[in-house]
T-cell receptor, first 111, second 112 residues
Framework: EDQVTQSPEALRLQEGESSSLNCSYTVSGLRGLFWYRQDPGKGPEFLFTLYSAGEEKEKERLKATLTKKESFLHITAPKPEDSATYLCAVQAYSNTGKLIFGQGTTLQVKP | DGGITQSPKYLFRKEGQNVTLSCEQNLNHDAMYWYRQDPGQGLRLIYYSQIVNDFQKGDIAEGYSVSREKKESFPLTVTSAQKNPTAFYLC???????????FGSGTRLTVV
């Protein structure tokens, strides 16, 4: 069964304190791995798609990496406005019609 | 600006009542999706449609129904058969499923 697990569930950082969020996945043939940001009471906002192990993508203070078993979302020198829930999702070749989401990591960055 | 619009933002349902959540997109996307979000459980797929007049059940379709009569619209009906409908409902669309989804702003449904 295709599965996505994110850790930690919650993360509190001081402004400027870099860290990483983890997304472990089990999928029968990865077609793509997606990262989204979700603010409270709003819909998720697309951040990155990663397709193959070794791939990296960056956007401002965020950098996503991918291995054969997991993906990391690295946050460098975070600011309070980076506070949000970060969602990871995978799509399998065997089931291209849908994304399977993890439960998310809620990040709080304190000034 | 192109986007995906969900309405209403908040919806209250009485016991035994059917309610319909609206989802409209002007992105010219072929595929549309409905997800349900509960605290600590992530997003779970209810229904999806990859083309007009066709749709498939997701993982938790029981108690829900959809239609796709137009490319732009994918309404979701929460029927009285859905025993625990209180949740945050998200509609999404995609041009190609490898380009990620564009999500609406969600509808929060509460049973009263």
């Amino acid at each position: 069964e295709d599965q996505v697990t994110q850790s930690p569930e919650a993360l509190r950082l001081q402004e400027g304190e870099s860290s990483s969020l983890n997304c472990s996945y089990t999928v029968s043939g990865l077609r793509g791995l997606f990262w989204y940001r979700q603010d409270p009471g709003k819909g998720p906002e697309f951040l990155f798609t990663l397709y193959s192990a070794g791939e990296e993508k960056e956007k401002e203070r965020l950098k996503a990496t991918l291995t054969k078993k997991e993906s990391f979302l690295h946050i460098t020198a975070p600011k309070p406005e980076d506070s949000a829930t970060y969602l990871c999702a995978v799509q399998a070749y065997s089931n291209t019609g849908k994304l399977i989401f993890g439960q998310g990591t809620t990040l709080q960055v304190k000034p | 600006d192109g986007g995906i619009t969900q309405s209403p933002k908040y919806l209250f349902r009485k016991e035994g009542q059917n309610v319909t959540l609206s989802c409209e997109q002007n992105l010219n996307h072929d595929a549309m999706y409905w997800y349900r979000q509960d605290p600590g459980q992530g997003l779970r797929l209810i229904y999806y449609s990859q083309i007009v007049n066709d749709f498939q059940k997701g993982d938790i379709a029981e108690g829900y129904s959809v239609s796709r009569e137009k490319k732009e619209s994918f309404p979701l009906t929460v029927t009285s058969a859905q025993k625990n409908p209180t949740a945050f409902y998200l509609c999404a669309s995609s041009l190609d499923d490898l380009y990620g989804y564009t999500f609406g702003s969600g509808t929060r449904l509460t049973v009263v």
